[in-house]
């Protein structure tokens, strides 16, 4: 709570108040459940709901932990009739919302909701984690199958899509899934720790536990996939993981039988020893008529308080019990009319024992007191052992409490409405006032002492308080009372105060109450009432009132009768608090002090109408609701303003030898506020043509002195007839008129505007002078440079307007003329001061050359060309230049205007020479001439020094197709003229039949283009055989860019050129009999598309004794064939034959003087001498042309050219000698794992038989495995090479086992059996078997164990043996668990060992 402000107990025996504590209170030997909450749904209606859900409290507790108490205590709080519109004023504005409000949103997802909503996103983000989390365990357990194998793959592969994931989560914000980055961090490194024990680390610890764990989860779904029928094995096939995990079910033991002797009969009341309450406004709800009405009495006796009773023994006939009261201590003894009528609930039964029942009986009681039991009675008559020491049940008052206002004094601002709502003025920082002594009650009523939960909201702030030890006092009772005194219900107040130095609005709720036996009820409005646990109070801020920023407190506001100006202020006033306002002020006119008071509805512009001079003051203000102060104490001063005057008075300016009067000093004093504005008439009476000038004085001064000295002679009549201040802008009228004789003084002019601003040097200037007085005049001027200066006169001046002629000058820069004094008729003379003009005078004029270098300027056929030119000159003259040809008189004119433009145009070829150059000034030229020259056009030609010639033609020498695509067959020579470098554009044409007729259309004519230096070469294209023509097409230069066609003239411009086609050769393999053997993929290349051979040999083929030589030479016959196959060529043929065994050293056969297309290979014995792969390639192939054609391994050119070879020996299999495979009479029980060597090159496929069901699988792994999984036979039939092209199989006929089944036991019916039997009975158990006698098993008794995750003690044991019967009978009488732990018949046992 802001500003200090607390809850103070007043009157409190614990002066304490706990935030938030929840810690219940207890009393010594008192325990109790607590009290059932009762909840409550908001309740709203009409204007109530409305106003309310407006209100600050439930707008600021929206968003926050407490939004759901909030709006419960705002709907708890809905008065009985709707709130008027005055009430809704009432209530304060709220203040800014706190930061900590903004904060408690929470981060959006960054996904839009519009695009997908927030329920869809979390479902899809779960899944792709649940997806993932799936595939991750998948690979983990098909590492684990692999004995101490680790993956540095999978750990990188898994933490990449971790990272992924998680940082997904961190980016997205999805709500409720958000990741912030400590998390981030945290996760990622759970990750990193996990994917290395699962990956990495094969023996660690976490790695030592989880595999059971998983590979224990995953053989339970392929097991369930299995039992589909039909399509679960074919998913589930032979997995290594179900043989691992194999474990037989547990039904070959089925059954327990379990013997209770029951214990003699017990009645004990509320075990639990608990306190309980009764509620005592439902103690006397039972009226006369409601057993009239159905369904009441059922729906009392649930609310009705039951004290449980355990009763274990026979069903009770009668149930007696004592009452004590607390207030009396007298002791009674009631009887249980109806006990069928009782709530009963049974735990369990027992028929065998006849009337026998464990079941809790619920008493019902109606008053508060002390119980327990006096006795009970079964239907026999038989009494019932009762607990001993049993402790009497207590019942006291379910505790209460409600909210009460306390009543203050008359002149107390508190007051509460009708209804129930209260209000009060905000203090300020003083302990006394309204609500010192407490504004509400708390009354609780109960067994004492008792604590209440009370929450208050104060404008949004929630504070909760643990009001504890409440009538803590009124428990001590006297010596001679009862001992059931202090049980008895009391009532205790409990006084609230609060400073209420914060207006706004003020909740009080009760929450909860607790008494002395912790009983805590929580209070809610349907139960209790909304004005019983909850007090609104508003507390009303008090109001203020102050000067509005921008008044002048410290000058004055002046009242003016000025149409422009204001008759009266209003002066700004900033009003808090509730309308209407009164605004008590003063008003100091000096003579007396005027009180007044103004009232306003509104806020908005309040202000003050200030009409009367004076000093205003503000002395206080009142709102609707309190009193306040005004924050301001500043005074505003009126002042009413007064008519401004002017006073005019002159005095003449002498002048004795200008003939007297020259002028006057016009003085004006002024009375008003400044500035003042004086507006006058000057009028010349001399001249009566001429009109009236009207002229305006501005000063701030009270007094200002105006000189007059008009350059015209005459009598001068001035008329003021307006003054002006700033309290009357609209004027005053006035009537002053001064007249003065003035003889005016000479005075000249110069018009700068109608001579030059520069001249050349030497040039002369006439500068123009206006002259003014009476003729005829003396002028003197001067005339000032930066290196000398000189003063001039100049007598009997007869024209007002006379020309100044000014120089030779001779010196370059500026020159200033300036006007000293000019003298009269009269002799009256007048000094000048600020008439001067301004003349530059230019060094020289331009200077200019042409720009050209030693080689001139190039020109192109047909084309223009500009001749640069070199310029000084000023920027702001244009420059005029004449110029020619040497060997022509045209002289060609040019004017230069932007220095951007510095060239002038080239008439044809020739030498140019500069004439002249001049601007205003003549300037000097540079004589050195510039020679234009025309560039003659681009050529190209094919040079014929490597040429062959025929009688249309010129052509290359034939070439051998070139071995690959970047190799070319020749280079073709060019020659060129012009200015380099060139670009070339070529045709080349090709037919693919290089006999065809020369004029034909071309099979493709490609258009290329080549940028070359001189000398230059065309590259000459082999790569398909057939005839090629090169044509030149256009060729470009530097100075040529767009493209020249290019003519004959005689040069050679076409060529042509023949590639002839080099040999290619395929080997293959062919069957004795001639047949072609198509195979696989090769084995050495995967990338190759080489055929693959592979011959199996039968077992003992080869023979041990005569080697392996001679076992090749009598399976040569059966040997396949090997060709090279050439494609139609120039016989006769030579090839190479790379022969690459698996393992040893590399050979090349030769096979030369090939004569026709195709031709076999025959390869030595010593290059394949044993069982083993390798590969035959084709290295190179020529033709009876010299042309050959090399096979590039690394490029993949082996299409056709290459065979794979492999020789192997049919496998072979025997039963591993630890599997019980290996047993003689080849007799196996479910669950033995058959095992079996494999031996050959893998991998291999198996074939099998179980229970006549034929099976293939295919093995990687030298030692075969199979789980006998269900009774019958298996036989394992063959056994083949995975990857052999042929059958390369072996066949067995001596390797079938009997699977027998597991004996099984049943115990009774095979379920566990619970018999509660009495002292001295029999039971007999019955065991019934199954499998193939003889059959030993063994069967123990245990003690019964306090809970069935519990192993008891085995009490004995017993072991039959050589059993031929499938029966047998236990009879016993004792109490205990018997169950058989092991069982055996001829062939299998179970468990296993």
């Not at 009476?774 to 200066?789: F, G, K, M």
Request: a neutral charge.
């Amino acid at each position: 709570m802001s500003g200090g402000q607390g809850l103070t107990p007043v009157g409190s025996p614990n002066r304490r108040v706990q935030r938030r504590s929840l810690a219940p209170a207890h009393s010594p030997g008192l325990e109790s459940p607590p009290f059932p909450r009762i909840s409550s749904k908001p309740i709203t209606t009409g204007a109530s709901s409305r106003a309310l859900g407006s209100s600050f409290v439930e707008r600021v507790y929206r968003n926050t932990d407490g939004a759901s108490e909030v709006q419960q205590l705002l709907a708890e709080s809905s008065p009985a009739k709707p709130l008027s519109e005055a009430d809704i004023g009432r209530v304060p504005p709220p203040p800014p919302r706190p930061s900590s409000v903004a904060a408690a949103k929470g981060p959006t997802s960054a996904i839009p909701a519009t695009v997908l909503d927030i329920p869809s996103q979390r479902l899809y983000a779960l899944s792709v984690v649940g997806l993932l989390a799936a595939w991750k365990i998948y690979e983990t357990i098909g590492l684990s199958l692999e004995s101490g194998q680790t993956s540095l793959y999978l750990f990188i592969k898994w933490c990449i899509l971790d990272f992924a994931l998680l940082y997904a989560g961190w980016r997205l914000h999805i709500p409720k899934l958000r990741i912030t980055t400590a998390m981030l961090y945290g996760l990622l490194a759970g990750s990193v720790f996990l994917n290395l024990n699962m990956f990495l680390f094969s023996s660690s610890v976490l790695v030592l536990a989880l595999k059971p764990v998983g590979l224990g989860v995953a053989s339970s779904c392929l097991r369930s996939i299995k039992s589909v029928p039909l399509v679960g094995p074919w998913l589930v096939g032979d997995s290594e993981l179900l043989i691992d995990t194999f474990q037989l079910d547990d039904e070959h033991i089925l059954g327990r039988h379990t013997i209770h002797i029951l214990p003699h009969s017990l009645a004990h009341m509320n075990p639990t020893g608990k306190t309980m309450c009764i509620d005592s406004r439902e103690a006397g709800q039972r009226t006369w008529y409601s057993r009239l009405v159905p369904g009441s009495s059922h729906r009392l006796q649930e609310r009705q308080l039951t004290i449980p009773m355990l009763i274990n023994g026979t069903r009770p006939a009668s149930i007696m019990y004592a009452h004590t009261s607390f207030e009396t201590g007298v002791r009674q003894v009631r009887a249980v009319k109806n006990i069928n009528g009782l709530r009963i609930e049974t735990v369990a039964s027992y028929p065998a024992l006849g009337n026998w029942v464990l079941a809790t009986y619920y008493l019902p009681v109606a008053e508060e007191g002390a119980y327990e039991i006096h006795s009970v009675r079964d239907s026999r008559g038989l009494e019932f052992r009762t607990v001993a020491g049993a402790q009497a049940t207590v019942v006291v008052g379910c505790p209460t409490a409600h909210l009460s206002w306390r009543e203050q004094d008359e002149n107390s601002t508190f007051a509460v409405g009708s209804d129930g709502h209260a209000s009060i003025c905000q203090r300020v920082g003083s302990s006394s006032g309204d609500g010192a002594l407490g504004l509400i009650d708390v009354v609780v009523e109960g067994f004492a002492p008792m604590d209440v939960s009370v929450v208050r909201l104060v404008n949004g702030h929630r504070e909760a308080m643990e009001l504890d030890g409440i009538g803590a006092k009124e428990t001590e009772t006297d010596a001679d009372e009862n001992q059931w005194a202090r049980f008895q219900r009391r009532t205790s107040a409990y006084t609230l105060s609060d400073a209420v130095l914060q207006a706004g609005e003020y909740v009080y709720r009760l929450e909860s109450v607790r008494d002395a036996a912790n009983h805590t009820v929580t209070l809610s409005d349907t139960t209790f009432g909304a004005s019983a646990i909850m007090a609104r109070m508003v507390v009303h801020a008090r109001p203020r009132v102050a000067w509005a920023s921008g008044l002048p407190l410290s000058s004055s506001l002046w009242l003016s009768d000025d149409r422009q100006r204001a008759s009266h202020h209003a002066l700004g006033l900033q009003l808090t608090g509730q309308a209407p306002w009164t605004v008590d002020y003063t008003i100091d006119t000096g003579a007396q002090v005027l009180h007044e008071s103004r009232t306003f509805t509104t806020a908005t512009a309040a202000a003050l109408d200030a009409r009367q001079a004076g000093v205003y003051s503000l002395v206080g203000v009142r709102d609707s609701y309190c009193a306040g102060t005004p924050v301001d104490m500043g005074r505003v001063t009126v002042e009413r303003a007064v008519r401004p005057t002017a006073n005019v008075s002159s005095t003449a300016i002498m002048a004795r030898e200008c003939g007297g009067e020259i002028g006057a000093h016009i003085t004006l004093e002024f009375t008003g506020r400044p500035p003042f504005v004086v507006t006058y008439r000057e009028r010349n009476l001399r001249n009566t043509q001429g009109r009236a000038a009207t002229r305006v004085v501005r000063t701030h001064q009270h007094r200002h002195v105006l000189a007059l000295t008009p350059s015209e002679t005459g009598t001068y009549e001035l008329e003021f007839f307006r003054v002006e201040d700033d309290n009357f802008p609209s004027g005053q009228p006035m009537f002053e008129v001064i007249r003065q004789v003035v003889h005016a003084q000479p005075s000249a002019t110069i018009y700068a505007t109608r001579m030059p601003s520069a001249v050349c040097r030497g040039d002369s200037v006439k500068v123009p002078v206006k002259l003014s007085g009476e003729a005829p005049w003396q002028l003197t001027y001067a005339v000032a440079h930066a290196d000398h200066h000189a003063t001039f006169n100049i007598t009997d001046i007869g024209d007002e307007r006379h020309s100044i002629a000014v120089g030779p000058l001779d010196d370059a820069g500026e020159h200033t003329v300036d006007l000293v004094r000019v003298t009269d008729a009269r002799g009256c003379a007048r000094e000048l001061a600020g008439n001067s003009a301004t003349v530059r005078v230019r060094a020289s004029g331009p200077r200019a050359a042409f720009g050209c270098d030693s080689n001139g300027v190039r020109l192109r056929e047909g084309g223009d060309a500009r001749i640069p030119i070199s310029l000084s000159a000023a920027a702001e003259f244009p420059v005029e230049l004449a110029y020619r040809r040497l060997d022509d008189d045209t002289v060609f004119h040019a004017t230069i205007r932007h220095a951007s433009s510095l060239s002038v145009p080239a008439h044809g070829a020739g030498q140019y020479v500069l004439v002249s150059a001049r601007d205003m000034c003549p300037g000097s030229v540079d004589t050195v001439p510039c020679a234009v020259h025309v560039e003659p056009r681009p050529r190209a030609w094919f040079a014929t020094d490597s040429l062959l010639k025929s009688e249309n033609s010129w052509y290359l020498p034939s070439t051998c197709e070139a071995a690959s695509a970047e190799t070319v067959a020749g280079l073709l020579p060019l020659g060129l003229s012009g200015a380099g470098p060139w670009r070339v554009e070529y045709f080349v044409d090709y037919w693919a039949d290089d006999t065809v007729q020369r004029d034909s259309v071309p099979d493709r004519s490609t258009l290329r283009s080549a940028l070359v230096l001189d000398p230059a070469v065309l590259p000459i294209e082999g790569r398909a055989p057939g005839r090629y023509r090169y044509r030149l097409s256009t060729v470009s230069d530097e100075r040529y860019t767009r493209p020249q066609p290019i003519a004959k003239l005689g040069d050679v411009v076409a060529v042509e050129h023949t590639v002839t086609r080099s040999p290619t050769a395929v080997l293959r393999a062919y069957s004795k009999d001639g047949k072609p053997l198509v195979g696989n993929g090769g084995l050495f290349n995967r990338r190759s598309r080489s055929q693959s051979v592979t011959h199996c040999l039968a077992p003992g083929q080869l023979a041990p004794t005569s080697g392996e030589s001679a076992a090749w030479a009598r399976a040569r016959d059966h040997l396949p064939e090997f060709r090279i196959e050439f494609s139609p060529g120039h016989p006769p043929f030579d090839a190479w034959v790379e022969v690459l065994p698996a393992s040893g050293k590399t050979e090349v056969v030769e096979v030369l003087a090939i004569p026709g297309h195709s031709h076999p290979v025959v390869l030595p014995d010593n290059v394949a001498s044993r069982i083993g792969r390798y590969h035959l390639r084709l290295l190179r192939t020529r033709d009876a042309l010299g042309c050959e054609h090399r096979y590039d391994s690394s490029a993949g050119d082996l299409v056709g050219g290459g065979i794979d070879i492999e020789y192997i020996e049919a496998p072979t299999v025997r039963p591993a000698s630890s599997s019980p495979a290996s047993r003689p009479d080849r007799s196996v029980c479910v669950g033995d794992i058959l095992a079996f060597d494999l031996r050959g090159l893998g991998p291999w496929s198996i074939d099998y038989l179980y229970n006549n069901a034929r099976r293939s699988t295919t093995a990687t792994k030298r030692l075969f495995r199979r789980i006998a999984d269900v009774p019958g036979n298996f036989t394992l039939s063959r056994v083949c090479h995975h990857n052999a092209a042929n059958d390369c199989c072996s066949e067995f006929d001596d390797l079938s086992y009997a699977v027998n089944d597991i004996p099984r036991i049943r115990v009774g019916r095979g379920v566990d059996v619970h018999q509660d039997i009495l002292e001295g009975d029999l039971v007999h158990i019955p065991l019934y078997l199954t499998g193939r006698p003889p059959f030993t098993f063994t069967w123990q008794r245990r003690a019964l164990a306090s809970d069935s995750n519990t192993k008891s003690k085995v009490l004995e044991s017993h072991t039959v043996k050589d059993l031929d019967a499938y029966e047998y009978t236990i009879t016993t009488s004792s109490e205990g668990t018997f169950e058989v732990t092991f069982v055996q018949d001829q062939y299998c046992q179970y468990p296993k060992a």
